[in-house]
């Protein structure tokens, strides 16, 4: 979607920003922005370990009911 920008887009983009936020916002906005990343990626890797976590539980079940049919 952004492949396609550009560096003037991308300045465009910028100059934007500063014209509608203002520079005493933007950093906080960035801030916010980047916290709201880090908490997302934080919440995906605990859901994937999660998963992983239940996989692994189901697995040794699995496999201990095969030794038990030997």
């Known amino acids: 979607m952004f ?16 014209i509608v936020f ?5 950093p906080e906005i960035g801030k916010a922005a980047g916290n709201t990343l880090r908490e997302f990626k934080d919440s995906t890797r605990d859901l994937t370990d999660d998963a992983k976590n239940e996989i ?3 697995k040794t079940i699995v496999k201990g009911e095969k ?3 030997k």
């Open 3 to 18: 492949a396609n920008i550009g560096v003037p887009g991308l300045i465009l983009v910028v100059v934007l920003a500063l």
């Open 22 to 26: 203002g520079p005493k916002k933007l």
């Open 56 to 58: 692994n539980e189901v």
């Open 67 to 69: 030794k038990e049919d």
